[in-house]
């Protein structure tokens, strides 16, 4: 996923940047800090989310993006609350108030639909880490360091080498998140990292060696793909 900033002040450029940087699945084309120069570099390039100020200098963010025939989405920052039921009005995604959190960013980021063409599952080939909100924080993860998710009802267990981690997304959010090429769902409670397969037996999967995972009856074929792929 492509994006621009158009933000005229410096300080929250940079932490705009650092949150991008960090969030790792979307790439920063591109940082104005008026709205007019922005516009210029929308007719020469793909741009799928905008993070935009309000108040800016010649052309405010309102009417930049009022400007705009086929917007893409646009998530306002601004440190005046009084726009937010026009940013709404606007089709805006969300409303960042300055000075926001990492925390509140992602928040925002998990309003944004993918372009058209793209799924998760190419995200995730892309990036090495992903972040999972467990409780009330996020932890930054490298996927290859998770060696199975366990799910159990209302919430689903994400394992690590070093931690596990409590998440209240469902296991279907991580089977389409992951790399389907290294994880497979072979329960309808478990997804396993097929780099940590030691071995395989008739009902069961053994990871590193000491974990066993359950094969599920109506997963028995992909298991079985599994064993062919090595």
């Known amino acids: ?29 591109a940082t104005f800090t008026d709205a007019i120069q922005a516009l210029e570099f929308l007719k020469q390039n793909e741009v799928h989310l ?14 930049f993006l009022k400007s705009l025939q086929n917007p893409p989405t646009v998530i306002f920052t601004t440190a005046f609350p009084d726009f937010a039921l026009q940013g709404y009005e606007l089709n805006v995604v969300d409303y960042l108030l300055k000075p926001f959190s990492f925390a509140r ?6 309003k944004v639909s993918l372009p058209v063409g793209e799924d998760t599952n ?26 199975y998710i366990h799910s159990d009802n209302d919430y689903t267990e994400i394992n690590t080498l070093a931690k596990r981690y409590l998440s209240s997304e469902s296991l279907k959010h991580w089977e389409n998140l ?9 329960h309808r409670s478990y997804i396993i990292n097929v780099n940590c397969v030691s071995s395989i037996s008739v009902n069961d999967i053994h990871l590193n060696d000491d974990i066993k995972i359950p094969i599920g009856r109506a997963y028995k074929n992909k298991v079985q793909g599994l ?3 090595f």
């Open 50 to 63: 905008i993070f935009l100020d309000i108040h800016l200098p010649k052309l405010s963010g309102v009417d």
């Open 178 to 186: 992951l790399d389907e090429k290294k994880f497979i769902r072979v």
């Open 105 to 110: 960013f992602l928040q925002a980021m998990s």
């Open 122 to 147: 190419s995200l995730a080939e892309q990036n090495e880490s992903i972040f999972i909100k467990s409780g009330f924080e996020h932890f930054k993860v490298d996927v290859n360091d998770i060696f």
């Open 227 to 229: 064993i062919e792929s």
């Open 1 to 29: 996923m492509k994006c621009i900033i158009i933000e005229d002040q410096a300080p929250a450029q940079r932490i705009l940047q650092k949150y991008i940087n960090n969030y790792g699945s979307i790439e920063l084309k």
